[in-house]
């Protein structure tokens, strides 16, 4: 199994809010990214081992790392390598749910042991989940016996996964991914409101 690490947002952490009132915008400090972007290379780096790269002292990265934890940044955890150990068939679940049973079929496959994530989505398939199966035989039982039974499900689509391309957690660069576009900060309402009654008169 390879240690692997993820990275979240945190209501309790540096934040702010955009002008729109839009979503939160968090600010890493300097040495907290530099400590993510170790982890996330080798989950089983010590404090001690991420102090001597960084230049720093083993309690002040120790304490950092606690900070990442417990105010809910990163968590840091074991990823297996599904096909390795006897679950060869992955796919993802794409569920077309009636509306006044949306919250109930999310609920209650999210129970489901064979699912790692379940997410309740946008669109006409509003529910999508990521299944590991040891077979066929496998699939087949759990769609017939655990999905079909749930009332409100219309429609479930599989797209199995047959190979892998990428799998990674360089929350560094999706940080900073943005940069690479020179995107142009959405106006603000005020602004959108001036332009509009501009156009109107004209």
């Given at each position: 199994m390879a240690p692997s690490l993820s990275a979240r947002h945190?209501?309790?952490?540096?934040?702010r809010h955009r002008p729109s009132g839009g979503t939160?915008?968090?600010h890493l400090a300097e040495?907290?990214?530099q400590i993510i972007a170790l982890l996330q290379a080798d989950g089983r780096?010590?404090?001690?081992?991420i102090a001597r790269v960084l230049g720093s002292t083993r309690g002040t990265i120790h304490r950092r790392i606690q900070r990442l934890v417990d105010e809910q940044f990163i968590t840091i955890r074991a990823f297996a390598v599904s096909r390795n150990i006897g679950l060869p068939v992955h796919l993802f679940f794409a569920l077309r749910v009636a509306f006044e049973q949306l919250n109930l079929v999310a609920k209650s496959?999210?129970?489901f042991k064979e699912l790692r994530w379940v997410a309740v989505t946008s669109g006409q398939r509003n529910v999508l989940a990521e299944g590991f199966f040891s077979s066929t035989e496998h699939l087949n039982a759990f769609v017939t016996r655990r999905l079909a039974p749930l009332p409100g499900i219309l429609e479930v689509e599989t797209l199995n996964v047959l190979s892998l391309e990428k799998f990674g957690f360089d929350w560094t660069a999706i940080r900073h991914a943005s940069e690479d576009y020179a995107i142009e900060p959405a106006p603000t309402?005020?602004?959108?409101?001036?332009?509009?009654a501009?156009?109107?008169?004209a």
């Open positions: 945190s209501s309790t952490s540096q934040v939160l915008v968090c040495l907290d990214e780096r010590s404090a001690a081992e496959i999210a129970d309402t005020a602004a959108t409101t001036h332009a509009t501009v156009h109107e008169h």
